[in-house]
């Protein structure tokens, strides 16, 4: 009961990704941002390759693959219209339905690199018993290297820490893309809004640079980390107090 007699109508689990999901499933704006990742990335390859001039270790590019080569948006569309907020189970049911669609210029992007000599390695938080439906699912869209020596799924880790060491130990790696800062850091694996963005800012010369970053305002270690502080079990009710606390009006 709210406090002058009314009944509140129930809270909706998903009703707070509308906008952004209408967004990037709908926006030019969003479909030039990504192609002018890409874009900025492919100059960057060349770039870089020109300066490494062959020498040293393989040539390689690490890249997220969930918002940032792979559209996994009507996964959210679902959650909305079944009113429940995200779950595995749901998340595995899309998975393996290998319907992800390209995010714009990826492909395209991935095929530059590959003939330009760079080997591909697909750093992702989707788990190791998603491999073979992602892997039929990048083949559809055209992406090389969709095999598994070159998806490193998580493990009991999500920090993608040592996954990235991993690939530094055979490879020089000339680029990280990613939707999410996690993608680029573990710097940015802290619990907390104000720590996030003060790593941002500490790595300004690092974006657009060898650090390519996709748009994505529906989810991201933004809002676990940062909106919700880390901790995952608030109730829906205290999620919705705490998105509206962190808004920032004026007097
Ligand atoms: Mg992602």
């Known amino acids: 009961m709210h406090e002058n007699g009314n009944v509140l109508p129930p809270l909706k689990l998903s009703d707070h990704t509308i906008q952004a999901v209408l967004w990037q499933q709908n926006a030019a704006e969003y479909r030039a941002l990504s192609y002018q990742a890409f874009n900025i990335a492919q100059l960057r390859l060349d770039q870089f390759l020109k300066e490494k001039d062959g020498k040293g270790k393989k040539a390689a590019i690490i890249t997220d693959i969930d918002e940032t080569v792979m559209d996994n948006t009507p996964s959210s569309v679902k959650n909305i219209e079944e009113n429940q907020e995200f779950s595995e189970e749901e998340w595995a049911q899309w998975v393996h339905q290998e319907k992800a669609t390209e995010v714009p210029g990826a492909a395209k992007f991935l095929n530059y690199a590959k003939a330009k000599g760079v080997?591909?390695?697909?750093?992702?938080?989707?788990?190791?018993?998603?491999?073979?439906?992602?892997?039929?699912?990048?083949?559809?869209?055209?992406?090389?290297?969709?095999?598994?020596?070159?998806?490193?799924?998580?493990?009991?880790?999500?920090?993608?820490?040592?996954?990235?060491?991993?690939?530094?130990?055979?490879?020089?790696?000339?680029?990280?893309?990613?939707?999410?800062?996690?993608?680029?850091?573990?710097?940015?694996?802290?619990?907390?809004?104000?720590?996030?963005?003060?790593?941002?800012?500490?790595?300004?010369?690092?974006?657009?640079?060898?650090?390519?970053?996709?748009?994505?305002?529906?989810?991201?270690?933004?809002?676990?980390?940062?909106?919700?502080?880390?901790?995952?079990?608030?109730?829906?009710?205290?999620?919705?107090?705490?998105?509206?606390?962190?808004?920032?009006?004026?007097?």
């Open 119 to 251: 080997e591909i390695f697909y750093v992702s938080n989707r788990v190791t018993s998603a491999e073979e439906a992602t892997i039929q699912n990048m083949k559809t869209l055209g992406f090389p290297y969709a095999d598994k020596a070159h998806l490193l799924f998580r493990g009991d880790q999500s920090s993608k820490k040592e996954r990235f060491e991993q690939v530094n130990a055979t490879h020089d790696v000339l680029l990280y893309l990613g939707d999410n800062l996690s993608d680029f850091s573990h710097r940015f694996e802290v619990p907390s809004t104000k720590k996030r963005n003060a790593a941002a800012d500490d790595l300004e010369s690092e974006f657009g640079n060898r650090f390519i970053v996709l748009p994505n305002p529906i989810y991201g270690d933004w809002e676990t980390k940062g909106i919700f502080k880390g901790k995952y079990n608030w109730t829906a009710k205290e999620k919705d107090s705490l998105r509206r606390a962190q808004l920032k009006s004026y007097h």
